[in-house]
């Protein structure tokens, strides 16, 4: 599976961005997917989590309440809906596919790693 990431760009503190990430190859698992970021001299670090079916979602805190996660399994692609955004959500945003069918925020349990996508919030 190779994963695509788009949708970044620059906008304005309290703006909108809407990610996407297609995938090719082959059909997504049955495992959830996940967006991740990394922040200019930090470490990449979980956002937010989809199950397959998408029954179950989770986010990181920092995110809770303003990012929206969300897939189409018809079109192999998944979305990040992000509102009310601010300059620390600034960061490049990956997506990929968990190892596992379970919910896990750790990197490491993630493959197919997408190019990721620039995501830059100005006050």
């Known amino acids: 599976v190779q994963l695509q990431a788009s949708g970044g760009g620059l906008v304005q503190a309290g703006g909108s961005l809407r990610l996407s990430c297609a995938a090719s190859?082959?059909?997504?698992?049955?495992?959830?997917v996940g967006w991740f970021r990394r922040a200019p001299g930090k470490e990449r670090e979980f956002v937010a989590f989809?199950?397959?079916?998408?029954?179950?979602?989770h986010y990181a805190d920092s995110v809770k309440g303003r990012f929206t996660i969300s897939r189409d399994n018809t079109e192999n692609t998944f979305y990040l809906q992000m509102d009310s955004l601010k300059p620390e959500d600034t960061a490049v945003y990956y997506c990929?596919?968990?190892?596992?069918?379970?919910?896990?925020?750790?990197?490491?349990?993630?493959?197919?790693w997408g190019q990721g996508t620039l995501v830059t919030v100005s006050s």
């Open positions: 990929a596919t968990a190892r596992r069918p379970v919910l896990d925020v750790r990197r490491e349990m993630y493959t197919n």
């Open positions: 989809i199950s397959w079916s998408g029954g179950r979602t």
């Open positions: 190859g082959r059909i997504l698992s049955r495992n959830g």
